[in-house]
T-cell receptor
Framework: DAKTTQPNSMESNEEEPVHLPCNHS???????IHWYRQLPSQGPEYVIHGLTSNVNNRMASLAIAEDRKSSTLILHRATLRDAAVYYCILSVYSGGGADGLTFGKGTHLIIQP | GAVVSQHPSWVICKSGTSVKIECRSL??????MFWYRQFPKQSLMLMATSNEGSKATYEQGVEKDKFLINHASLTLSTLTVTSAHPEDSSFYIC???????????FGAGTRLSVL
């Protein structure tokens, strides 16, 4: 499976934008870039995904480099509830949808009040 | 977003007994569900892919006779840990893939402690 590299942790202030980077230099042409986050003792939560173009939804924005070897998850205005481990995952599709996910270590995002 | 319910949220059992965990998609039909395991301070690891009406596909190193998966309906998958031992103690999490095929919605997880 293609691998992603993320910083172990990042810290930001409440109500500030947060940019979470992810490197995936071995991405293949058909891999989608998915982001999930996990709060302590809970199941992961879907954040956003994309293939080539930048994507926006109500939770975040995803900026994908032109060569697709890196991407950045953008939280426009962080709140304390955004403190979580954020996972950048390359997703392979087969059999009608995305396969089971390969989680790395993720980035532990700390939000300071 | 869609809701996936997982039950029980925690269970304590004696060594040698079996434990069943249920995963339900409450407001959508899920042809495909997944089971993951997470040990303390580690990341989630995919155990198996469960497709409605067919046998589950297990990841390398996961014993299919120990972790029995049944996906008999479009809204329910179950994981049974048979003859549980202390090393099976972990956080078990299910997910259901939505009908677009893009997104997995996760349950809240089941914490299993085997004494």
């Amino acid at each position: 499976d293609a691998k992603t590299t993320q910083p172990n942790s990042m810290e930001s202030n409440e109500e500030e934008p947060v940019h979470l980077p992810c490197n995936h230099s071995t991405i293949s042409g058909t891999d989608y870039i998915h982001w999930y986050r996990q709060l302590p003792s809970q199941g992961p939560e879907y954040v956003i995904h994309g293939l080539t173009s930048n994507v926006n939804n109500r939770m975040a924005s995803l900026a994908i480099a032109e060569d697709r070897k890196s991407s950045t998850l953008i939280l426009h205005r962080a709140t304390l509830r955004d403190a979580a481990v954020y996972y950048c995952i390359l997703s392979v599709y087969s059999g009608g949808g995305a396969d089971g996910l390969t989680f790395g270590k993720g980035t532990h995002l700390i939000i300071q009040p | 977003g869609a809701v996936v319910s997982q039950h029980p949220s925690w269970v304590i059992c004696k060594s040698g007994t079996s434990v069943k965990i249920e995963c339900r998609s409450l407001d959508f039909q899920a042809t495909t569900m997944f089971w993951y395991r997470q040990f303390p301070k580690q990341s989630l690891m995919l155990m198996a892919t469960s497709n409605e009406g067919s046998k589950a596909t297990y990841e390398q190193g996961v014993e299919k006779d120990k972790f029995l998966i049944n996906h008999a309906s479009l809204t329910l998958s179950t994981l049974t840990v048979t003859s549980a031992h202390p090393e099976d103690s972990s956080f078990y999490i299910c997910s259901a893939r939505d009908q677009t095929g893009d997104i997995q919605y996760f349950g809240a997880g089941t914490r299993l402690s085997v004494l």
